[in-house]
């Protein structure tokens, strides 16, 4: 938990980064389509892993009434962003490799974006699982592999600086990159999209949807280039 990831470092920048609306994918592509998924059934208690500044959770009360709310992140000055924002919510330190609650705790488990920051993916899994009670949804918003494959070096660029298009390369090996933008630098980890889906079937979960949402606003360069090569996919899984 407290290896170096960049996360402590860099919590300022992603902090400025989020605000309260979100950064460009979280506001104009994952979260309407996750709002119309957790309208159509109500959530008496909620995990976010890998809160993060809390965003996510504060969303969840505000939005779709979930009273019963918890946020764990392993980066403490995210910890601290999260209870100054929303000094009545429930933010704890952990990791999502050890999740400090009983068995089948939550029936809503969130991971919004974080997969690819978590070292070991398998314990990771396993533990969300374990704590969604039986009926219960894990949620995952995860960054398309075949993004994170090339890292930062995805986009190919001519010389004025416009994207041609994206490269994939080393896609069925998992590996650590640096990455790096506005003043936030973090080790994100690449695995193909079958190991992720080979965990969690492993766990006895099933999946109920998978979506790759276009963006549906924000500025139109964004939305443009976001739509040419979409970077997040979404998926709901059910525990039996």
Known sequence: MNADNGWNTSAPAWIESQGENGDFTRQFVLDPVIDAWLAERPFRSALDVGCGEGRFCRRLRQRHGIADITGIDPTEPLIAAARAKDPAGSYRVASAE????????????????????????ERAIAEMARVTAPGGTLLIANLNPFITASG?????KDETGAKRFVQVDTYLEEHADWQA??????LNHHRPLSRYMTLLLACGLRLRRFDEPPAIGGPAEARAAYNRVPYAHLMEWTKD
């Open 152 to 156: 930062g070096t995805a986009w190919v």
């Open 98 to 121: 050890d999740l400090p609650f009983a068995d089948g705790r939550f029936d809503l488990t969130v991971s919004y974006l974080t997969l690819i920051d978590i070292p070991d993916i």
């Open 181 to 186: 933008w506005r003043g936030i630098r973090i």
